[in-house]
């Protein structure tokens, strides 16, 4: 009978305390379409892209402020915000939006939003965005490739994402074992940004499709095991 009275006595403590941390402000990770849905439902949405400016000045959600912690100008920008208002952040990955939403959370914020997959969910789930650029490759090419092709490997990432990197020299390891046996296309949002949206499959950098004959074998939302996932793709037919 005590054991039980002191188990509902932590528990009713540690609910208060969860509730107070609420209450002092909060950030999380949400999903593209809950989101968007959340932008659309305020009249001047508090949208921050907390990529560098090089990354801004190439493409970026409309209505967005550009800045981050490490911006000259930082405390400037955030006194512009209203903390009563919701916030909604989105870099490349999780790391910038992160540690931004965890200090405007520790400023009294009460609601901040980082979009999970940051600006490849965003384009590349067809939502509307600003570029300056005019893509290199087109939906139609794109296509052309994957029904002129029997094995396809796709590789879509940006030059800022840090783990899209680390996928170049497995695609240049996997181009020298297999030679014509396996195309190899890359798609750089520097570059196409409205083929990825086109695509309308893109939730993070990398992602990485393998097609056989006009069909996916896989589609990877992420890295992984990219190299054994090809060899047991291809090394079985």
């Known amino acids: ?15 208060l305390f969860t509730v107070a941390g609420f209450a002092q402000g909060n950030s999380a990770n949400i999903l593209l379409d809950a989101f968007y ?32 912690l490490k911006s000259d100008d930082y405390e400037k920008h955030v006194a512009a915000l209203n903390p009563s208002q919701p916030v909604f952040i989105y870099s490349i990955a999780a790391y910038r939006s992160g540690l931004l939403s965890t200090d405007l959370a520790k400023r009294g914020f009460t609601e901040v939003y980082i979009l999970e997959g940051g600006i490849a969910s965003w384009i590349g789930g067809g939502k509307p965005f600003y570029t300056n650029l005019k893509s290199k490759l087109t939906l139609p090419e ?31 390891n996997l181009r020298t074992q297999y030679g014509e046996k396996l195309k ?27 097609y056989q004959n006009g069909k996916i074998v896989f589609k990877k939302d992420g890295l992984g095991d990219l190299k054994n996932d090809v060899d047991v793709a291809l090394d079985s037919k």
Not at 1 to 15: C, E, R
Not at 153 to 164: E, H, M, P, W
């Open 1 to 15: 009978m005590k054991n039980k009275i002191l188990k509902k006595a932590f528990t009713t403590v540690f609910l």
């Open 37 to 68: 849905s959340k932008i659309k439902s305020q009249k001047n949405p508090q949208i921050i892209d907390a990529r560098g400016a090089d990354e801004f000045a190439l493409n970026h959600i409309e209505g967005a402020v550009n800045f981050n």
């Open 142 to 172: 794109y296509k052309k490739i994957i029904a002129d092709n029997n094995y396809v490997l796709v590789d879509i990432g940006s030059k800022y994402c840090a783990t899209c990197k680390t996928v170049k020299p497995i695609l240049e």
């Open 184 to 210: 190899i296309v890359q798609i750089e949002l520097e570059e196409s940004p409205q083929v990825i949206a086109d695509l309308k499959t893109v939730k993070v950098f990398p992602t990485l499709i393998l």
